[in-house]
């Protein structure tokens, strides 16, 4: 009996210690499958939100930018079309201090490649086309452009959003008709401050015309003595007579000043 019971103990202990080596492992992939399923399961709210919306990651690129700095650089204007299915920027490049560059590009979703595309034109003719890609706060924008003279160009640009209101740029893997040509450093482009415009002193009235009458002109000091009456033609203010006082200017109504406008352009709802 007591070597039965001694094996019957022995057997439990390894099927106790071969439970918890089995459990542990068991444990641990219904864990990671239950995560998995978690990030699954957000792809698939993120994917469905993109497919509602394809354009909304990058809602917050309407308004005015400029580049950061006192130096002239870049700076654009981004707005929704009438429908809200496209992205509009124009934009200013500063070649030298009395030359700048402008353009258009213009933002759009491609349901059949399921990607964010885009389309720029220069104010030189040439033009290009963008396949964009996103990776958290980091949009990877492949380039294909065709220059003025007709050369190729490529390049890849960098975006990345640091907050609503600034994000950085940068172009590397630059080329023009295969030949290798010098990146372009990372630059922050911020959100422009609108500038609020004081308002203009406000202007007299001019005096109503009375119909049948001739106009006349209010003096801007009172009549005195021995002064001309207006409208009354050889007629003088008689000596003695008190000094007829000025007729009070009535002024006008205050201009209010420019409100700051706020950041980014609303959308116009997307037809679906």
Do not use: D, H, N, Y
């Given at each position: 009996m007591?070597?039965?019971?001694?094996?019957?103990?022995?057997?439990?202990?390894?099927?106790r210690t071969l439970y918890s080596q089995n459990a542990e492992p068991a444990a641990a992939a219904v864990a990671a499958q239950a995560e998995n399923a978690a990030a699954a399961a957000a792809a698939a709210a993120a994917d469905d939100a993109r497919a509602e919306d394809p354009l909304g990651d990058l809602a917050w690129l309407t308004g005015d930018w400029v580049e950061e700095g006192d130096e002239p650089g870049v700076e654009f204007h981004g707005r929704w079309t009438g429908t809200g299915a496209f992205l509009v920027r124009a934009f200013r490049v500063a070649l030298d201090e009395e030359s700048t560059l402008p353009g258009l590009q213009v933002i759009g979703w491609d349901p059949a490649a399921k990607q964010v595309r885009s389309w720029t034109f220069d104010g030189t003719g040439g033009f290009g086309e963008e396949t964009w890609s996103r990776q958290d706060e980091t949009w990877t924008i492949r380039s294909k452009y065709t220059l003025p003279n007709g050369a190729k160009a490529g390049s890849v640009n960098v975006l990345t959003r640091l907050d609503d209101d600034s994000f950085t740029w940068k172009s590397v893997n630059r080329d023009v008709n295969g030949e290798l040509q010098p990146d372009i450093d990372e630059f922050t482009v911020v959100r422009a401050t609108?500038?609020?415009?004081?308002?203009?002193?406000?202007?007299?009235?001019?005096?109503?015309?009375?119909?049948?009458?001739?106009?006349?002109?209010?003096?801007?000091?009172?009549?005195?003595?021995?002064?001309?009456?207006?409208?009354?033609?050889?007629?003088?203010?008689?000596?003695?007579?008190?000094?007829?006082?000025?007729?009070?200017?009535?002024?006008?109504?205050?201009?209010?000043?420019?409100?700051?406008?706020?950041?980014g352009v609303p959308r116009p709802a997307v037809p679906r």
């Open positions: 007591l070597v039965a019971g001694l094996s019957v103990g022995l057997g439990w202990g390894a099927a609108p500038a609020v415009e004081a308002a203009p002193a406000p202007a007299a009235p001019a005096p109503a015309a009375v119909p049948g009458k001739p106009a006349t002109t209010i003096p801007a000091a009172p009549l005195r003595p021995g002064q001309p009456v207006p409208g009354r033609p050889g007629a003088v203010v008689p000596p003695g007579a008190p000094a007829a006082p000025a007729r009070p200017v009535v002024p006008g109504t205050p201009l209010r000043p420019a409100a700051p406008a706020a950041p």
